[in-house]
């Protein structure tokens, strides 16, 4: 045990240039599949986030919509309906919608123009101001992107433009609270109160705001959040015309959500593939460069495990080494990442791809260390 | 004396193809601890076959080795690669050494394999190679030093755990002659010294005559076993009137003295 590790380490330390070489090679491969972790992490959050940090337990569709925010349409009788099922303690409107905001005279800011109840599920919490008050009045909460972005404050005004009727629109909102960021759709995004967001969203011919306009879902909160299944079924027997589903139902089905995801997992999938590809060509070169000398030691008595747990101990080392380069410039180069970038390095999409990255190496090394315990003493010295 | 190394009638044969080739051929012959035999014949006498079957490494076809009294080949490989670590020291033609250990370190590796890398194994270790003359390289790295001081490493290494029996597979092929015979000599001086069996194959007949016995191989069989004072130029010349024939029941090192 020992005395493999005193070969492993004296080898690494006496060719130091070329395992460190092969450590730069790792650290490389690490800051590509972290980088598509993050990339997916945060293309991921941009689309889901909303949605998962609503405030509310169900996501109601008109039924026909196949899930599709966009295709759906639920009006109020419906959310009448779903009100009065039991096990729903409140339920409110959204409408999801885009716009630009101005910034020094240019709508350059694309958003996700939200319509909500206010106070009820789906306004965000404000972190910094009050929350929506006024069933039709022209104010919002902004997420914190938009204010960072913007520069506003609460108690500023904002200037958004739609689409209508084929004509550029402009509105005045005034902000009174900002919140955690809520990325929808990759934007991020500003919430105003649903009759106020009827009127100015994106349409066909400008008018005024519906009194009770009809949403595109409708956000459930439960009374008790363990009875969802439950409940869940209970709104699809009892109301009409609707399916309900859970949060994470509802943003895995947003539009090109999964897509997105499966080819940021491929790509993932192939940076792991090359990564033990490549650590297992460069030990398995190594290990033909150095078949006479495993012979030798196999000939004065050296035992297998003795010669493959050295092999093992370079490969861990190694890719140790290699994932904590690559670690560490992942991290310096997220901080120098501007805002607008979607890189999120979430702690545990982080970790599963350093566990992955840790794994490849010996994975990869198992050819390599087959190819040892198989070199035969007598061959490997020419006495055969 | 005691017997270090006993063969009885080895036999080694490969199939090739639908046909059989006997490399080594019914060889019996013992060693006496204190013993340097060199091992001669020409190209495919089966003397390389016979080193790795003593060394433990090739499986004979028939026949038995006992080293020390223990039977070679029975027991399990793991078994034997723990008996070829305590009882055998090995120095081959070339890539003795682990490239990236020091002198210092390649000897000592063999009391780290066999647990013993303790203070009075590694002042023995240093002491070897003093003696061998490479107290100022201890730790420089085999590719630092020439091709004679490298063997003498690899002998020191096949000497520090006072093996039963000590082999060297042509040790002098990349020597120059100076340096072929310093070696040699060491290394049968050190066999003489530490009680250790020793054979030294060779095909360099130069160098045989610090050995005790030489022992020709002939188409995988014994030919004549002679010592240096003997008129050695059978050995060039297998046909020799000069060369005696050793029968089975000559074999031995104290039989073969007497004859002699």
């Known amino acids: 045990m020992f005395t493999a590790f005193h070969l492993a380490f004296k080898e690494i330390w006496r ?16 800051l590509l599949i972290l980088f598509i972790a993050a990339l997916g992490e945060g293309l991921g959050s941009g689309n889901r986030e909303y949605l998962q940090k609503l405030n509310g337990e169900l996501i109601v569709y008109q039924d026909t919509a196949r899930l599709s925010i966009a295709g759906s349409l639920v009006g109020c009788d419906t959310r009448a309906s779903i009100r009065s ?16 905001v101005v910034v020094d005279g240019d709508p350059s800011l694309d958003v996700s123009l939200i319509g909500v109840a206010p106070g009820k599920p789906g306004e965000p919490p404000s972190i910094v101001g009050t929350g929506l008050a006024r069933k039709s009045a022209k104010e919002t909460v902004i997420d914190r992107t938009v204010a960072l972005v913007v520069g506003a404050q609460v ?51 400008p008018g005024a705001g519906a009194e009770d306009p009809a949403c595109n ?55 792991l593939l090359i990564g033990v590809l490549v650590i297992g060509g460069f030990f398995q070169i190594q290990t033909l460069q150095k078949v006479p000398q495993i012979g030798m030691l196999k000939a004065i008595g050296t035992s297998n495990s003795v010669v493959a747990l050295a092999v093992l101990i370079q490969i861990v080392v190694t890719t140790l080494v290699g994932v904590a380069i690559g670690g560490l410039s992942s991290f310096g180069l997220s901080l120098l990442m501007p805002p607008g970038i979607p890189i999120i390095f979430e702690p545990r999409s982080s970790a599963t791809a350093i566990v992955s990255i840790l794994l490849m190496g010996p994975i990869g090394g198992l050819v390599s260390i087959r190819y040892s315990l198989r070199v035969e003493p007598l061959i490997a010295l020419g006495l055969r | 004396m005691t017997i270090a190394l006993e063969a009885r009638s080895v036999v080694k044969q490969y199939q090739v193809g639908s046909g059989t080739i006997t490399a080594v051929d019914g060889v019996s012959f013992n060693l006496e601890r204190g013993e340097f035999v060199a091992l001669v ?40 690669a723990e008996f070829r670590r305590r009882k055998i020291g090995f120095t081959f033609q070339a890539n003795n050494l682990v490239p990236y250990l020091t002198v210092l370190e390649n000897v000592e590796l063999l009391l780290r394999l066999n647990g013993q890398y303790n203070a009075a194994g590694k002042r023995r270790a240093k002491e070897l ?60 001086n050190l066999v003489h010294e530490q009680g250790n ?35 050695l130029s059978c050995l060039a010349d297998p046909n020799a009137v000069a060369c005696r024939l050793i029968t089975a029941e000559e074999l031995g090192y104290a039989e073969a003295r007497a004859a002699a």
């Open chain 1, 217 to 271: 879902v409708v956000a459930v909160k439960l009374e008790d959040p363990s009875q969802i299944d439950v409940v869940r079924q209970r709104i699809q027997d009892r109301v009409d015309g609707v399916e309900a589903v859970d949060r994470k139902t509802a943003y895995e089905n947003t539009s090109g959500y999964t897509a997105q995801q499966s080819t940021l997992s491929t790509q993932n999938g192939f940076a």
């Open chain 1, 15 to 30: 060719n130091r240039s070329r395992f460190l070489l092969f450590g730069l090679v790792v650290a490389l491969i690490t």
């Open chain 1, 155 to 205: 108690g500023d005004t904002i200037t958004i433009r739609t689409v209508q009727g084929g004509e550029d629109e402009f509105y005045t909102l005034q902000v009174v609270g900002i919140s955690e960021s809520r990325k929808y759709s990759i934007r991020p995004s500003i919430f105003v109160p649903i009759v106020a967001w009827d009127e100015i969203r994106a349409k066909a011919r």
């Open chain 2, 197 to 231: 069996a020793g054979i030294m194959v060779t095909h360099d007949l130069r160098m045989v005559e610090y050995a005790d016995r030489i022992i020709q191989m002939l188409d995988g069989r014994v030919g004549q076993i002679v010592t240096p004072k003997d008129d």
């Open chain 2, 41 to 80: 014949g020409p190209s495919g006498s089966g003397k390389t076959t016979m080193l790795a079957m003593l060394a433990g490494l090739l499986q004979p076809t028939s026949g038995s080795i006992a080293i020390d009294g223990e039977e070679l080949f029975g027991m399990k490989e793991s078994v034997r």
């Open chain 1, 85 to 100: 099922v039991e096990g729903v303690q409140d339920e409110g409107p959204i409408g999801f919608s885009s716009a630009s």
């Open chain 2, 129 to 188: 190679l003093a003696l061998l003359g490479l107290e100022e390289r201890l730790n420089v790295l085999p590719r630092q030093l020439s091709g004679g001081q490298q063997q003498r490493v690899a002998i020191a290494r096949s000497l520090i755990n006072r093996p039963a029996l000590m082999l060297a597979d042509e040790p002098t092929a990349s020597l120059d002659t100076e340096r072929a015979y310093q070696v040699v000599e060491t290394l049968a």
